[in-house]
């Protein structure tokens, strides 16, 4: 059976929290809690796609479009980047650090799993605002689904303003998932596990 072309497949968007993806701040090499964390945190990211893998995509007839966002001036005067930066002065190793690069790695590894299932995948950073390029990149893509990771906010912060993924089922021109991390099982990741090579012989 030959393979449906990417023009005939129906299109999802998968929409990574950036702060998941590729915490604010890096990986401080000084603190050995920052690699836990981000590692924790990158996980989240991948049991939001192996939720999708396993609840909402056909892996023969959908093309997954891998996307976060990084908004430039959000984190303009972040602490960790900060920290980053004023560590760098006083230390001989390079402790530059370069967020697109990091969550483009991030990213490309996800796919990579989509692709051991036989998903067919790209992926994306977007520049800007998630609310604002989000919508627009699955508009621009004729999304047919959009599955957002939604993390858990403090209750200050979700009486008091939308978080992105609220403005983006707003905005959205198709239907919106919302994907609620923290409630994911931890046996959802099995659905990234790779086939088991079938013998030749």
């Not at 990158?42 to 892996?59: E, G, Q």
């Not at 007839?61 to 005067?77: I, K, Q």
């Not at 370069?98 to 067919?120: I, N, P, Q, T, Y």
């Amino acid at each position: 059976m030959s393979p449906i072309p990417l023009s005939l497949r129906r299109k999802i968007v998968i929409a990574l929290d950036a702060d998941q993806v590729a915490p604010a701040g890096g990986h401080d090499v000084t603190d050995p809690d920052s690699g836990e964390a981000t590692t924790l945190s990158r996980y989240l990211s991948f049991k939001t796609v192996a939720w999708c893998k396993a609840n909402l995509l056909r892996v023969n007839e959908d093309h997954v479009f891998l996307v976060t966002s990084l908004d430039p001036g959000s984190n303009a005067f972040d602490g960790g980047v900060l920290a980053a930066m004023w560590t760098s002065v006083y230390k001989d190793e390079d402790l530059r650090w370069d967020r697109m690069k990091e969550a483009e790695a991030a990213l490309r590894r996800l796919a990579e799993c989509l692709h051991a299932v036989g998903v067919s995948c790209t992926m994306e950073v977007l520049r800007g605002p998630p609310a604002d390029t989000i919508p627009e990149y699955a508009k621009v893509h004729r999304a047919e689904i959009l599955a957002v990771q939604e993390v858990e906010r403090s209750g200050i912060a979700a009486a008091v303003s939308y978080g992105w993924t609220d403005l983006c089922a707003k905005r959205c021109p198709c239907p919106t998932v919302m994907v609620k991390t923290n409630d994911l099982p931890e046996n959802i990741a099995t659905a990234l596990d790779p086939p088991i090579p079938t013998s030749t012989i």
